[in-house]
């Protein structure tokens, strides 16, 4: 067996301590890239009351941008279904998604894509994603007849931001 001279073996050591720095250090990089969508904040059900400015029908626009026709229905103190429109009228439903609070956390759902709330107000809400979901988007309370939907997609100096004009549209309030 071949002797190992001391100031080797502390070449090893120190080689083997950098080498499980550099394998925790990467195994909690990815754990927080992992939980970096998550949101945060908890909320309660009177947080959650401060949405009921989206019960009704809405029309929304944004220039160059096809129309949007959404009507939120409040079912709980908990849970908003929204049902998505292809016509003005309301009555021609092409999809369905919810907004709701479970676990003092608020999430959205359309189709695959789960967005959570980072932030809840009495005039506004932001989501960022979470499952099958690239873009964030923001609710902002304008009046008791329109709103904001901001949509931001991209990444840093290529991001494309949408900015819908919600207003109260025919159908059931």
């Known amino acids: ?26 195994g909690t990089a990815t754990a927080q890239l992992a939980r970096r969508d998550q949101p945060r904040t908890p909320f309660a059900a009177t947080d959650f009351a401060h949405l009921h400015w989206l019960e009704g029908s809405w029309i929304g626009t944004a220039p160059g941008e096809s129309p949007l026709y959404e009507r939120f229905h409040f079912t709980t103190d908990s849970t908003a279904e929204i049902t998505f429109f292809r016509d003005s009228a309301f009555s021609q439903p092409t999809g369905t998604g919810r907004v709701y609070l479970t676990v003092g956390r608020v999430y959205h759902t359309y189709g695959s894509g789960r967005w959570g709330a980072t932030h809840l107000d009495s005039a506004s809400i932001f ?47």
């Open 1 to 26: 067996m071949r002797r190992v001279e001391p100031g080797m073996r502390l070449f090893i050591r120190t080689l083997a301590l950098a080498a499980s720095c550099v394998v925790i250090a990467a």
């Open 127 to 173: 989501f960022i994603p979470q499952l099958n979901a690239h873009n964030t988007f923001e609710w902002a309370y304008q009046s008791a007849d329109e709103w904001t939907s901001t949509l931001r997609s991209g990444v840093a100096g290529h991001e494309h931001v949408t900015v819908y004009h919600m207003r109260r549209g025919g159908g059931r309030r």
